[in-house]
């Protein structure tokens, strides 16, 4: 069984903050693959990251960075400088071995008050 | 990456009606699913297809949903005899296989009265 558990439902922060989503994950699994999705306002699902379940390595890229930690079984996404257009639905997804499924989180909404 | 385009973007049906949705690669992928998401509500799986077949799907997807590729371009997903429950977005995607990523269509909303 695999499950995402994304803890914060909402968060509003001032634009120029940064701040950081979390996400937990649970899979039996020794082989599996991490991703981040952001949801605009207009809906469509825009792929961000994949991380995989060997390569502990954190990523930055540009005011984007990720934080994968197996020992807590966690893969964490941080905003840095936050601005209005960050404002969104970000999903944390998990698959699992050689399934084919992707298993989302609840999301976590993100606000960005000018 | 190119990504998939999706017709209709929204599709008002009444309860009992059949539904089909459909997924247009931007090129020949291998790889297509379909998942769904209830307004407000996570992104849930319903069907993987490769290779023409079905190669993997949910508890959701029982047998009121069907899909195919009819034409070896688009991909359907049809529902058969909708229920208002079936009120969501229909999200295709197509990837490059179990490893990787899979990219999203912008979602078909449909609305079951």
């Known amino acids: 069984a695999q499950k995402v558990t994304q803890a914060q439902t909402e968060i509003s922060v001032v634009e120029k903050e940064d701040v950081t989503l979390d996400c937990v994950y649970e899979?039996?699994?020794?082989?599996?693959?991490l991703f981040w999705y952001k949801q605009p306002p207009s809906g469509e699902l825009v792929f961000l990251i994949r991380?995989?379940?060997?390569?502990?390595q954190n990523e930055i890229s540009g005011r984007y960075s990720w934080n994968f930690q197996k020992s807590t079984s966690s893969f964490n996404f941080t905003i840095t400088a936050s601005q209005v257009v960050d404002s969104a639905v970000y999903f944390c997804?998990?698959?699992?071995?050689?399934?084919?499924?992707?298993?989302f989180g609840i999301g976590t909404k993100l606000q960005v008050i000018p | 990456e190119p990504e998939v385009t999706q017709t209709p973007s929204h599709q008002v049906t009444q309860m009992g009606q059949e539904v089909i949705l459909r997924c247009v690669p931007i090129?020949?992928?291998?790889?297509f699913y379909w998942y769904r998401q209830i307004l407000g509500q996570k992104v849930e799986f319903l069907v993987s297809?490769?290779?023409?077949?079905?190669?993997?799907k949910s508890e959701i997807f029982d047998d009121q949903f069907s899909v195919e590729r009819p034409d070896g371009s688009n991909f359907t997903l049809k529902i058969r005899s909708t229920k208002l429950e079936d009120s969501a977005m229909y999200f295709c995607?197509?990837?490059?296989?179990?490893?990787?990523?899979?990219?999203f269509g912008p979602g078909t909303r449909l609305t079951v009265t």
């Open positions: 997804a998990l698959r699992s071995g050689g399934y084919q499924k992707v298993t």
């Open positions: 297809f490769y290779n023409n077949e079905i190669s993997e």
């Open positions: 090129s020949n992928h291998l790889y």
């Open positions: 995607a197509r990837g490059r296989g179990a490893t990787y990523e899979q990219y």
């Open positions: 899979t039996r699994d020794t082989t599996y693959y």
């Open positions: 991380r995989n379940s060997f390569d502990e």
